[in-house]
């Protein structure tokens, strides 16, 4: 019997893809690009798994005509890129990959938020175009952080462990969430729970790491930018949308606030023009989770997941991040053979 077939969408890690070949047929793009509706459709058609990336949109229509099609690994803790709903009515499992990526993507919200505080992109820029012909006491005033009241709002796991680190800059954590998290967990990150109004008007540094969601869609916008503090800096490590891009750029044009970093965009990889032309944002391309040791277990989680599906490897029957478990359920557990379906 032939091997059911893998798409992986985007070069990945070899000596991790290389796991799924004793299982599979692996079809691995050897080139990163971006895909029309119509490519992802044509490659989903004779594939029994895929391995993708945010960029790629996994739909009702993707999935029209891929009927061989059991489970869908995404390589991001995200996945408003794929239609659950869709890819569950299709009997289609799919995965994603929290919690290996969480505290790389703390340390990186702190260096964007520390580089837009102390005006790193804009010193770089001027030290680069041979402005620094000396130095004045005054030049260059940035904002602390140390000491400072941070806010975040999302308290995920993610958002834990960007609150425990501000006990080495002994700065008060304030942070709203959907719901309130329990008490030790409050303790053990130093963090308060106000409502969005007061971490709105009481942040010296606001962190964003929630979930794109239809509802959480410009979540922060004219109004709550114009309640935060002028001398307040916003980090959005979260996903593209939650922020008003164009509301935020007036912001910092006419100094609502002061800064900000920002690591996701509406409609990236376009970045609204307004905030190319600004001084007071530190601009980093969807990178939070990119060191070498995280994105590897990033892939090797996704690897682990469809192996999973398949009957196959450490987690044989049991996608160990499966975000739609019903699909399993419905089809009265996972095959143990590589080569049967999931339904």
């Given at each position: 019997?032939?091997k059911?077939?893998?798409?992986?969408?985007r070069?990945?890690f070899?000596d991790?893809v290389d796991?799924?070949?004793d299982?599979f047929?692996?079809?691995?793009?050897?080139e990163?690009?971006?895909y029309?509706?119509d490519?992802i459709?044509?490659?989903?058609?004779?594939?029994?798994?895929a391995i993708?990336?945010l960029?790629?949109?996994?739909?009702a229509a993707?999935?029209a005509?891929?009927r061989r099609?059991?489970f869908?690994?995404?390589?991001g803790?995200g996945?408003?890129n794929?239609?659950?709903?869709a890819?569950?009515?299709?009997?289609v499992?799919a995965s994603?990959?929290p919690?290996?990526?969480?505290e790389t993507?703390?340390?990186y919200?702190?260096?964007?938020m520390?580089a837009a505080a102390?005006?790193m992109?804009e010193a770089?820029?001027?030290?680069?175009?041979?402005?620094w012909k000396g130095?004045?006491?005054?030049?260059?005033?940035?904002?602390?952080?140390?000491?400072k009241?941070?806010?975040?709002?999302g308290m995920g796991r993610?958002?834990?462990?960007?609150?425990?680190r501000?006990?080495?800059?002994?700065?008060?954590v304030?942070y709203h969430?959907r719901s309130?998290?329990?008490?030790?967990?409050?303790h053990?990150?130093?963090?308060?729970?106000?409502?969005?109004?007061t971490?709105?008007?009481r942040?010296?540094h606001l962190v964003?790491?929630?979930?794109?969601?239809?509802?959480?869609r410009?979540v922060i916008?004219e109004?709550?930018?114009?309640a935060?503090?002028p001398?307040?800096?916003?980090t959005?490590i979260?996903?593209?949308?939650i922020?008003d891009d164009?509301?935020?750029a007036?912001?910092?044009?006419d100094?609502t606030?002061?800064?900000a970093?920002?690591?996701v965009?509406e409609?990236?990889?376009q970045?609204?023009?307004?905030?190319?032309?600004?001084?007071n944002?530190?601009l980093?391309?969807?990178?939070a989770?990119?060191s070498?040791?995280?994105r590897r277990?990033m892939?090797?989680?996704?690897v682990?997941n469809?192996l999973a599906a398949f009957?196959?490897?450490?987690?044989a029957g049991r996608p160990p991040?499966?975000?739609?478990?019903?699909?399993?359920a419905d089809?009265g557990?996972?095959?143990?053979?590589a080569n049967t379906?999931l339904?």
């Open positions: 019997m032939s059911p077939r893998v798409w992986v969408s070069p990945v070899p991790i796991r799924l070949r299982v047929d692996v079809h691995a793009e050897t990163e690009r971006r029309s509706s490519e459709a044509t490659r989903l058609a004779d594939a029994d798994a993708v990336g960029a790629e949109r996994i739909d993707a999935l005509g891929a099609l059991r869908v690994a995404n390589l803790v996945y408003n794929l239609d659950l709903d890819l569950t009515a299709a009997g499992g994603n990959t919690d290996v990526l969480n993507v703390a340390d919200a702190w260096a964007l520390l102390r005006r992109g770089e820029r001027w030290v680069r175009d041979g402005q130095s004045r006491f005054e030049g260059w005033l940035g904002a602390d952080v140390h000491g009241t941070l806010g975040i709002l993610i958002g834990q462990a960007i609150a425990r501000a006990a080495g800059f002994r700065s008060p304030i969430n309130r998290l329990d008490p030790a967990i409050e053990e990150c130093g963090a308060s729970y106000v409502d969005k109004a971490l709105l008007a942040a010296d964003l790491v929630l979930p794109f969601t239809p509802a959480n410009h916008g109004a709550e930018l114009k935060m503090k001398t307040a800096t916003l959005n979260a996903r593209g949308g922020v164009a509301a935020l007036r912001a910092l044009a100094g606030i002061a800064a970093g920002l690591d965009f409609g990236e990889p970045v609204h023009p307004a905030l190319m032309a600004l001084p944002v530190v980093s391309p969807h990178i989770s990119a070498r040791d995280t277990d892939a090797s989680l996704a682990d469809v009957g196959q490897g450490p987690h991040t499966i975000l739609n478990p019903g699909v399993l089809a557990g996972p095959s143990t053979h379906s339904r």
